[in-house]
């Protein structure tokens, strides 16, 4: 599945958004990929998700025992790709602010995909990371959708992207006149 591709269905869906918005990092965008309305079709959903098994299956050719989603936004993605590579999906979630894998366990040295949405900075990513090598996992890799960064993020291990769409970003005191004139809204999900 190409770049175009990919960005054709988040625009078919309405995805793609223009104007002034927060992101769950903290950065300043004009644009914003609502990607909950992608996901609220299934089909397109399932496209997308089965592209990025195929992707993550290329990665893995020695196989792997989870695929890991980042509660929000993670767990769509995770679900749907896990389905494709026929193997368990879990999720972790925040705990006092602290990621944590509440509801499932997993053996020491099992083999985990992290399968994300969107990636900016790849902080979710890293957690997500340090959090399973805590309880021993082999992380073997991530993947996402889409990765607003263009390949410029490290989240620790190697990340396999189904699109690479450079956005501008900017910190709180970077932001351009023009955007600053726009009043911002902040759709992410870091806080749920």
Known sequence: ?????????????GAMMEGHFILTSGLHSPVFLQKARVFMHADKTEILCKALAEKISNHCADGLDYVVGPAVGGIIPAYETSRHLAVPNIWVERQEGVFQLRRFEIEPGARVVIVEDIVTTGLSIRETVETLEKLGADVLAAACLVDRSAGKVDVGVPL????????????????????AAIPAIKPGSRNL
């Open 1 to 13: 599945m190409t770049r175009d591709e990919v960005l054709e269905i988040f625009r078919d869906c």
């Open 160 to 179: 396999l992207a189904l699109a690479e769409y450079e956005v501008p970003a900017y910190a709180e005191d970077e932001i351009p006149v023009e955007l």
